[in-house]
């Protein structure tokens, strides 16, 4: 006894013994809507023997000469890290819809009356002479075959890759992905130069390059961040994607119109590969590998989360068939869908909207997509602090706080992108509506999007990649279905109209689904089963038998 209280009495003053952690610097377990607080605390000794190597000791001399750095949350620098990967993955995937004004000879719209593109004055369209004579002639069936070819690629990477990133890490699987990413950006200008086929398959490749990053950071979140902290760490790596939106529109308008539409690509590229750089030094795949994470930290970590471990000899069986007959997944997909149908719509054609209908040059349509994407930005991040806020108040349950969420992130957007397309060429009255539809669209983030952590936080990545596979089909869909309506030599304002009101219907569709069947609850079959290696194939053998007999039944 008097041995554990000196050794209680070096801890107070700062100098615990070794390999023993103190007992009054451990906190309490939580109950699961608890939230612990806590301090920030000096770096842990406890570096995880097998984490070592090159980049972590470079990463370890940052932090000793940089002290300051020791006092920054672990989980923080993964959500910065997220936000920038998911800036990257959206340079990487919309630097075309802006570089193809410049690359493609448009006549779209140029010689038509009435109620029709050329009804709206100049505004330095037709002085951009280097936009109108492009270097390809291409149908405007390739114009937007190009514009959603990434999306045939990206849908079927989804899922594999959350799993891959449960098996291997999602380090890895992010990090390969978006180096191998900067290297087909790298490529394109060749690819394309070379023949339409050929660039065509390799944005194809893009896409299933790419697919695997928004389900590995959620899956990571299902093992970093704490319960009450979700909806706004998820809206921070998600908000990336909007930021990259900002930037994009604008740097590549000006890049295309002084130097030339190759260097979008390049210039793009460099800053994914000096990101995937910065992202193999800093992260790791949970809070008991990292090496420089307190121990407080740590422990609050794995506390909130309570994640049932399994031994080395088990094995734990992931259950496919009940997340496919979930409803409240069916909700998710939904919800996911369509707020998806209308971003896409949006940010693969507005440029273009901008360009054709409203008669601005290249630069100036670049600065103005940008635009609604930085409301955007300050939507979802807000929007996820504000959800938080919410729910650690008690004021609302988590079902009611995403439903909420996300009925005014479809329903509100449904109505102002249908307005936007009647206001004609006041251009200031439709950036309004325009800004307003994309920036509250946001809030299916903390919304439905969100909501995979709440109903399986274990299989979080895995269900975000089949529901992000579902919800990425509007990718080469949503500009396929307006290329139908929108007629190459005719292409009126109120064909516009038209492909405005149909993502308006799916918004609604959407809300209502999400709406009947969305949950809150951990389902019960979200902590998968464990089994003994040994035991695994007569597991499978129980389970197939028990699936026939309630089929039977």
């Known amino acids: 006894m008097s041995t554990m209280r000196d050794e209680m009495m070096e801890g107070r003053r700062g100098e615990p013994p070794p390999h023993r952690e103190p007992p009054d610097r451990k906190p309490p377990k939580p109950e699961p809507e608890e939230k612990i607080r806590e301090g920030s605390f000096p770096e842990s000794n406890v570096v995880n023997s097998n984490i070592g190597g090159r980049l972590n000791g470079v990463a370890a001399q940052v932090m000793k000469f940089v002290p300051q750095l020791k006092m920054i949350k672990a989980r923080h620098v993964l959500a910065v890290m997220g936000f920038l990967g998911m800036f990257n993955v959206y340079t990487l995937r919309t630097n075309l819809n802006i570089a193809i004004v410049a690359m493609v000879n448009q006549t779209y719209g140029r010689d038509v009356g009435g109620n029709v593109t050329d009804i709206c004055p100049d505004r330095g369209y037709k002085s951009d002479s280097s936009t109108l004579e492009g270097t390809f002639d291409w149908s405007y069936k390739q114009y ?18 959350a799993w891959l990133a449960r098996t291997i890490g999602f380090k890895k699987v992010l990090g390969v992905s ?6 087909i950006t790298f490529l394109t200008p060749l690819a394309v130069n070379n023949s339409f086929g050929f660039f065509v398959f390799m944005r194809v490749v893009l896409g299933f390059l790419q697919g695997v990053s928004f389900p590995a950071m959620q899956g990571a979140w299902g093992v970093w961040a704490p319960p009450l902290e979700r909806s706004f760490l998820v809206s921070v790596h998600v908000a990336g994607a909007s930021f990259g939106n900002v930037v994009t529109a604008p740097l590549a308008g000006y890049i295309a119109k002084d130097y030339g539409w190759e260097y979008v690509f ?8 000096l990101w995937t750089i910065i992202w193999f030094l800093v992260i790791h795949d949970s809070p008991e590998e990292h090496p420089r994470i307190s121990e407080e930290e740590r422990h609050y970590i794995i506390s909130t989360i309570k994640m049932e471990k399994k031994k080395a000899t088990q094995k734990r069986i992931t259950p496919w068939c009940e997340m496919l007959k979930s409803p409240p997944l069916f909700a ?78 479809l329903l509100v957007p449904a109505i102002s992108i249908v307005i936007a397309g009647y206001v004609g060429c006041n251009w200031q009255v439709a950036m309004a509506f325009f800004t307003i539809s994309v920036a509250l669209n946001a809030l299916t983030i903390p919304g439905c999007k969100a909501n995979t952590l709440d109903i399986a936080p274990r299989y979080a990545g895995i269900l975000y990649g089949i529901s992000n596979t579902f919800a990425n089909i509007p990718g080469f869909l949503a500009p396929q279905v307006v290329g139908i309506f929108l007629d190459y030599k005719d292409g009126s304002i109120s064909q516009w109209q038209l492909s405005f009101w149909v993502v308006a219907i799916v918004y609604m569709v959407g809300a209502i689904v999400y709406l009947l069947f969305g949950s809150g609850e ?32």
């Open 144 to 161: 937007t075959l190009a514009l959603g070819c990434y999306f045939y690629g990206y849908i079927f990477s989804n899922i594999p890759g």
């Open 178 to 183: 978006m180096f191998f990413s900067t290297i």
């Open 266 to 273: 390049y210039i793009t590229g460099v800053i994914a590969l």
């Open 332 to 409: 998710i997909l939904c919800g996911h869908f369509a707020s998806n149908w209308g971003n896409y719509t949006l940010l693969t054609l507005l440029p273009t909207y901008m360009t054709h209908i409203l008669k601005f040059d290249i630069k100036s349509s670049g600065l103005l997509t940008a635009l609604p994407f930085v409301l955007q930005l300050i939507v979802a991040v807000g929007g996820g602090k504000l959800t938080d806020k919410i729910l650690e108040s008690g004021k609302l349950s988590v079902i009611q706080m995403r439903k909420l969420n996300t009925t005014i992130g």
């Open 522 to 553: 951990e389902q019960s079959w979200a902590k998968g089963r464990i089994v003994e290696n040994s035991e695994l194939g007569d597991a499978v053998m129980v389970a197939e038998m028990e699936t026939f007999k309630a089929t039977e039944d």
